[in-house]
């Protein structure tokens, strides 16, 4: 998919166990990095420089395949000329006029949004994928308000393993209390649910719940997907009882799973209520919140806003990428592509017998970790990073790949060469 662009040549940069030290220049900027920002992030030992396609190099000039995507944000790649085109086009134009005005970008945004994903009428935009959750959940809340109910009667339900951002509402609704510590008091309201549990869920929701918030396939708790039926399960019981059902899409949508919308594929599936981010901007902060019918009218003049939201740049980029990702070609390559992954890392795991369990969707794929290396998912990264292969985690025993989807075969497989050299040479240090 990167046009008719040279293929950025492929050099081995490491070999078995060696280490990618900085050089002087890189060295004293990351250390500059290290002084003046806060604790809260614990960046590689690299300043990455530039990209094209799959591919990163850092400051030194070494060169990445990037299984990680910025964390599924960069779906097509780095250095589109299209990208680039839709973003200094509107550059030239204005940057910014805030919500007093219209601007078209968001406005043609909003409609294109709206239509693919088939149920959603109204479109409230945000910078990130946690303003989109904390928007849902005042929507969620405001939604149980106009029907009366009091704000002890307005719950909402969140499953264990869960990821929906860092605010205060939206760590609270992340059912993972490793995020929680510190941060109390948490704010009322949320309750939590074992996921893919239908008998639990069947007994929690109930007449005081406002919504049900939910992953479609979880991404930070380790690439779980829901169980078949489940959210239709959910959906029904959130009928019953006049609650909104929420799906955070923001790591899983976009055609990430190989479907634009990760619900396409759960039969029977209409939310009322999805969250997007990450790659809706292919690398622009950008976020939405899509609303369907029967919250449409919830949100009214003065209830919600953001100054940024609705950036005509980021909206302009957002177009762009939305058009791309609704091309048969892509979503050819997804599935081709995550296809040879998956077969790439079952090879690899019947050699190593390092994997308990390769699993996921599409394009966003994770490997666990057999209970004899649980809680090495960093070391391995590391190990992978020096072999010239970025792979995030998900906690400490799960490899995540969420390699840009327009990642060709070639920089596939030179990916899992640099993968199977990583593996190998982590496999003989432990030997
Ligand atoms: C990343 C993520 C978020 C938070 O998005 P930010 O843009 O980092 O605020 C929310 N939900 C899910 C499922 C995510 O993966």
Known sequence: MAGKTKKPKLILVAKKGQQHKPKPASKALIDKGRKYYTHAYKPRDMIVDRGKGAMVWDLDGNDYVDFGAGISVSSLGYGSSELIGALTAQAKKIWHTSNIFFTEPPIRLAEELAKASQFARRVFLTNSGTEANEA?????RKYAADKGKLPENREIISFTGSFHGRSLAAVTATAQPKYHVGFEPLPPGFRYCAFNDFEAIEQMVSENTCAVISEVVQGEGGITPAAPGFLKHVQALCRKHDALLILDQV???MLRTGKLFSHFAEEG???????????LGGGMPIGAMLIGERAENTFQFGSHGSTFGGNPLACAVARV???KLQTPELVKNVAARGKQLTTALAAINKKHALF?????RGLMIGAELAPNFHGKAGEIGELCRHHGVLVLQAGPNVLRFL???VITDKEMREGITRLNDAISAYIISKK
């Open 136 to 140: 849902a959940i005042k929507l969620a």
């Open 251 to 253: 790591q899983d949508g």
């Open 269 to 279: 599936v209409v939310p009322d209520v999805v969250t997007l981010a990450k790659a």
């Open 321 to 323: 990428v939305l058009k």
């Open 356 to 360: 308990a369990e390769i699993r996921g």
């Open 403 to 405: 390699p840009p989807l």
